[in-house]
């Protein structure tokens, strides 16, 4: 890639991260919000007769709410950040990426929604426990899983941040 080319990938990479900023989160609760709960709704009625109301189930008088912290736009962002944040990804393998991330995370998301909402319906003592495990540090872990499994499965080589940093300063007034 020339250089030409390389400083232009850095300025739209980090401007799409910027533009997809600016209105925050509700990008994604609007994008995957219907995306999570339906399938979760499906997964809860193999199990139980419950009522779908927008985003909340009903099951045995009880509302499982799936909230915008649910559906975990910021780890979606994140995503995003790390895949566009590398250097020197051809445009169809960045798609084949995001697509991979954001649909290992979804499917990832709906399983562990499933398993809560089911652990409340059930009163299950350790479902305060589960629920403040996931929500503190569960889905920053599956986050750095899937990221993990990208490096490997697409054979990255560049640092997120910091290959295009080392670029930038080795082409700045500041080495001189």
């Not at 045995?60 to 944040?85: E, F, P, R, T």
């Not at 479902?127 to 540090?137: A, N, Q, R």
Request: hydrophobic share 55%; glycine share 6%.
């Amino acid at each position: 890639m020339g250089e030409k080319n390389r400083l232009w990938s850095i300025v739209i990479r980090y401007l799409i991260l910027v533009v997809i900023a600016i209105p925050g989160f509700n990008i994604f609760y609007y994008l995957f919000s219907p995306g999570t709960v339906l399938p979760v709704y499906w997964i809860i009625n193999l199990f139980y007769s419950p009522l779908l109301l927008d985003t909340s189930i009903l099951v045995n008088g009880m509302y499982i709410d799936i909230i915008g912290a649910c559906v975990a736009g910021a780890a979606y962002y994140l995503l995003i950040i790390l895949n566009l944040s590398v250097p020197s990804i051809g445009l169809h393998k960045r798609i084949k990426m995001l697509i991979f991330a954001f649909a290992s995370f979804l499917v990832i998301n709906i399983l562990r929604i499933s398993i809560l909402g089911i652990m409340f319906v059930e009163g299950s003592v350790f479902f305060d426990f589960t629920h403040k495990l996931f929500w503190y540090i569960g889905t920053t872990i599956f986050v750095i899983v899937i990221w993990f499994a990208e490096v490997k499965i697409f054979k990255i080589k560049g640092i997120p941040f910091y290959t295009d940093l080392k670029y930038l300063y080795r082409k700045s007034f500041l080495k001189k």
